[in-house]
């Protein structure tokens, strides 16, 4: 339901029903699907009364939504309600709209306005970057818009998709391959856990759907998830390396398992992670098998968009990224199965994970797509990389091994170039570089797509808006994973935790002398406050939602420090001067 008022005496609300009887020539080089009209829906009608307007749409196989409109006149002042339902659920759009306008204006945007105030005050941050500080608030607004606790999954558009008579870029459906995932990773250190929820529940809820879809189509017992779904879980098709993806669940699985580490929810652990985490272990256990040289492997294996739908796109070689996905699945499993008191089970995943192979490499020491495919040309979709970002498997923080991995691996990016990068692909290199302690290179990449890669109202075009050669692609289609990509990179530069080590201040570019955020937090249920002045860590705070003791490092401090935490209390550490 959305309140609105005007003032005007002569404003009268109209109802503009997308049109599905007819074809639309609009091309606006957004990458839009084909013509409503292709749907096959019989045009609904808008039927009016005194005060409002009631909009039907019937859909497939008995599926239909609802418009509502109603208003009222105050003087000069026209009130409106408006609101949309479908046969999904149980509410009624006109009843809706009628208890809306009951409670009136001013009690809704009351109740909006205490949301607000809510949300905003769970975190911040201040940064000298004028623009790069003007999209992080942009897209921490957007999510504020699109999550909520008990809401669907934010899809390709949300809740801003255009209305120009075509079905959305890309069907505007779930995409699990990258599209959901990136869209949640600013959430955990941005301290957004509970809107992020809208996510892990509707997963948890379909769970049985997942489950029926992988006995019909894998023929195994445990659970994957359709890599491109219906709003219920269902899988849809497309490419089917990456709409059938095994380890499609296994990234789900990995936001199971952050949302643990980052809330230190054991509650969450026992009735949601561990479960889900399991089951998906489970599948890939049954699926993979041991080859001749003892290693587990997939009998075929993908990467995401790489050779698109041809054949060479199925690998007899496991693909880095399947790889990466299962080493990272296998280790969750490890350590849930434990946290739950399962040390059998724990033990179990364990041995599984051990046998898989070590990643490939390619001559320079930068991993590549699979065995004999090295990334030598430009690509959009980082996934040779995953076990950089976001798995956090290979780490500068495990020593000069990994190192020179990544350092290799970000190399290879960048000297193949971006010709067929998107916006998100600077987001997500964002997030590598400040992995990899690169600050003025991870603001770099994240300043070009700001610039480069939004429209006025920072939405992710996923194309170079400004023909500068930051891409080959300069279309316009709209998606969201982009946007949140962003703010995780920013977070990246400012707070990291992955490797158990609260790093403040890890990856800031050279000329930022001063910076600071509120209530970011880090693995272990930890929030963290910070401020650098004139390059001098002078505020660290720490508050805890266990009783623990965690060691904090920065850039800016001469050593780590140790820190013991109670439930519930800032601690204010003594900062040892840098030298």
């Not at 995409?175 to 990773?185: R, V």
């Not at 995401?304 to 399947?322: G, L, R, V």
């Not at 296998?330 to 995943?349: C, L, N, R």
């Not at 910076?515 to 249920?525: E, I, K, M, Y």
Request: charged share 15%; hydrophobic share 35%.
């Amino acid at each position: 339901m959305v309140p609105h008022h005007w003032r005007t005496r002569r404003l009268h609300p109209v109802i503009c029903p997308p049109n599905y009887a007819s074809a639309s020539s609009v091309d606006d080089n957004s990458h839009a699907g084909d013509d409503l009209s292709r749907l096959g829906y019989t045009q609904g009608d808008v039927t009016h009364r005194q005060n409002g307007m009631h909009y039907r749409q019937h859909g497939w196989d008995g599926f239909l939504y609802d418009i509502d409109v109603e208003w009222n006149r105050q003087n000069d002042t026209l009130y409106g309600v408006w609101s949309i339902t479908s046969s999904l659920a149980a509410d009624d759009a006109a009843q809706l709209t009628a208890g809306a306008l009951k409670r009136g204006f001013e009690a809704d945007s009351a109740d909006l306005a205490r949301f607000c105030d809510s949300y905003w005050a769970q975190s911040s941050i201040a940064i000298p970057d004028s623009v790069l500080q003007w999209q992080y608030d942009s897209e921490m607004y957007k999510f504020s818009a699109v999550a909520r606790e008990n809401s669907y999954p934010i899809s390709l558009q949300a809740v801003w998709t255009a209305d120009n008579g075509r079905l959305p870029p890309w069907k505007g459906d779930y995409h699990h391959d990258l599209n959901t995932q990136l869209s949640y990773w600013h959430a955990y250190t941005g301290n957004h856990l509970t809107e992020q929820l809208g996510y892990l529940n509707t997963l948890w809820n379909q769970r049985d759907v997942y489950k029926r879809y992988t006995r019909q189509y894998f023929e195994t017992d445990g659970m994957n998830v359709p890599g491109v779904c219906t709003l219920t879980g269902e899988p849809m098709g497309g490419w089917i390396q990456y709409s059938m993806s095994q380890t499609a669940g296994a990234w789900l699985a990995h936001h199971f398992y952050l949302h643990w580490k980052y809330s230190a929810d054991k509650d969450f652990l026992l009735s949601r992670a561990y479960p889900f985490i399991t089951d998906v272990a489970t599948f890939l256990e049954q699926i993979s098998h041991i080859d001749s040289d003892g290693m587990r492997r997939l009998e075929y294996s993908s990467s995401p968009e790489i050779f698109d739908n041809s054949a060479k796109a199925w690998f007899t070689d496991m693909t880095n990224y399947d790889l990466s996905l299962m080493k990272s699945l296998f280790a969750a499993a490890t350590e849930v199965a434990a946290a739950a008191g399962k040390p059998d089970e724990s033990g179990h995943w364990r041995e599984i994970g051990s046998q898989l192979p070590p990643f490939d490499l390619d001559s320079l020491g930068a991993l590549t797509f699979a065995h004999g495919v090295p990334y030598n040309e430009s690509h959009r979709h980082f996934s040779h990389a995953m076990a950089i970002h976001p798995l956090g498997i290979i780490d500068v923080a495990n020593g000069t091994a990994d190192s020179l991995i990544v350092e290799a691996t970000l190399n290879a990016l960048v000297d193949n170039g971006p010709d067929y990068w998107t916006g998100y692909s600077y987001a997500w290199l964002g997030n590598m570089m400040a992995r990899a302690a690169k600050g003025n290179e991870a603001a770099k990449a994240l300043r070009t797509f700001a610039d480069c890669f939004c429209s006025t109202n920072t939405f992710h075009l996923n194309g170079d808006q400004t023909a500068s050669g930051k891409s080959r692609f300069t279309y316009r289609p709209f998606t969201l994973e982009g946007n949140f990509a962003f703010a995780a990179g920013i977070l990246e530069m400012l707070l990291q935790s992955h490797t158990g080590i609260i790093n403040v201040f890890p990856a800031l570019p050279d000329d930022w002398t001063d910076a600071s955020f509120h209530q970011l937090r880090a693995q272990g249920g930890v929030l963290v406050n910070a401020r650098l002045q004139n390059s001098q860590l002078t505020q660290l705070q720490l508050m805890s939602s266990t009783d623990t003791t965690v060691t904090v490092k920065s850039p800016y401090l001469p050593h780590p420090i140790t820190v013991h935490l109670t439930p519930g209390e800032w601690v204010t550490p003594d900062i040892p001067a840098n030298p």
